[in-house]
């Protein structure tokens, strides 16, 4: 049998195949035959291809990974990302890891994992944190840990490059855990022990689906929900967690763009812009008002159109009522992930987990706790 061009086993379920036999006597006889093609579902596969470098590949354009915590130990709130490096070597763009100009070039292609809180509010487990990354297939990866900062807060310049934690013998121990898992512990110099427990996680492949709202997440200053490409009303189910002395309310705005530009009547109004702060709070979505005891959880239920960005703000001790009221002078505190429209351009939301975020509610970053308030957010397209 001879075929003219290669089948495309990934798009066709079957082929139609004609079949001429030809005996001694020059009879010929022809049959048309229709052959059923089953494409097998491959798994994606994460392979560790030199001491801390990894290879994620699946059948598809896309791979997908899943970090999960396991355990911490740090009485700082470190920030876990990851970054595509070249090759097994680790070079970006030619630059070796530990070269000049590698920690920076490392953090401008990175993506954030999550945060791992010292001092959870009551309420708030740990063990429900979870991230799944999208990334391209046949990615090579490294890891890197921020010490009681973040990734964007080094890009602005207000934490030193320093701070960031590239892999190596004596900050990471990485444990191969077979069927393509493996364990990533660190040791931040935050505690004497001496042990690689300052943050434990697990690291896996995985043919999950991202959740909903998370696209975006990960990227800097991308602590939002993203429903562009949803054509349905998403109901958001909230549960909000406190470990503050501030009565703090948490909401969500409406934004234009990824860099969290406002329409304001066809004009799109930038953080930090005069007006940014009234603009964010007139936007919010009626109905999703966040406010919980201290130690305490509350649950709340709310709507969000599709089609748009949402991202949170936190007021301090007040509500939205000070900030539209005509006296500028009782004006609280209101923080956003976009460090821009922050009044100390300082950091005061971060991403803990699949749609969980972290707020920090004192200025100039305060104790960095990120536990003031903790929301988390499953999202449900209505059918």
């Known amino acids: ?23 001694a006597g020059g009879q010929v006889f022809e049959k048309e035959l229709t052959i059923a093609v089953n494409n097998l579902d491959i798994p994606t596969r994460l392979t560790k291809v030199a001491d801390d470098v990894f290879n994620i590949i699946s059948d598809a354009t896309k791979a997908t990974l899943q970090v999960t915590f396991t355990e911490s130990s740090s009485v700082l709130v470190n920030e876990l990302g990851l970054y595509t490096v070249d090759d097994a070597t680790g070079k970006i763009n030619g630059i070796s890891p530990g070269a000049a ?6 953090l401008e292609r990175s993506l954030v994992v999550f945060s791992s809180l010292a ?10 944190v979870s991230r799944l990354l ?21 890009l602005a310049g207000i934490t030193p490059i320093t701070d960031v934690l590239f892999s190596n013998s004596s900050t990471l121990k990485i444990t191969d855990l077979g069927n393509n898992a493996f364990s990533l512990a660190y040791k931040d110099g935050s505690v004497s022990t001496g042990d690689f427990q300052s943050l434990v996680v697990k690291i896996q492949p995985t043919n999950d689906l991202l959740p909903l709202g998370t696209a975006l997440q990960g990227s800097s200053q991308a602590e939002v929900i993203d429903l562009r490409g949803i054509t349905q009303q998403v109901k958001a189910e909230f549960v909000v967690n406190r470990e503050a002395a501030f009565n703090n309310f948490v909401g969500f705005y409406k934004v234009a763009d990824e860099n969290g530009g406002i329409d304001v009547n066809g004009q ?27 130690q305490g959880t509350a649950s709340f239920t709310g709507f969000l159109q599709p089609g748009s960005i949402f991202a949170p703000f936190i007021i301090v001790d007040g509500q939205p009522n000070a900030i539209l009221d005509s006296n500028p002078n009782n004006d609280p505190a ?22 969980i975020f972290g707020f920090e509610d004192l200025a100039g970053g305060g104790d960095k706790d990120f536990n ?12």
């Open 1 to 23: 049998m001879q075929i003219n061009n290669s089948p495309n086993f990934e798009t066709k379920s079957s082929y139609n195949i004609r079949v001429q036999t030809k005996d």
């Open 101 to 106: 100009g590698y920690a920076q070039a490392a």
């Open 119 to 128: 001092n959870l509010p009551n309420g708030f487990s740990a063990n429900d």
């Open 134 to 154: 999208q990334l391209d297939s046949s990615a090579n990866l490294r890891f890197y840990l921020v010490k009681n900062s973040s990734t964007q807060s080094v």
């Open 268 to 294: 799109i109004l930038r953080p930090g812009e005069a007006g940014y702060i009234q603009a964010a709070i007139r936007a919010r979505v009626p109905g999703i008002d966040l406010t919980v005891n201290n």
């Open 334 to 355: 209101v923080y956003f992930p976009f460090l821009g429209a922050n009044s100390d351009k300082t950091d005061h939301v971060r991403l803990l987990g699949n749609n």
């Open 372 to 383: 003031d308030m903790v929301v988390r957010v499953n999202l449900t397209a209505i059918r």
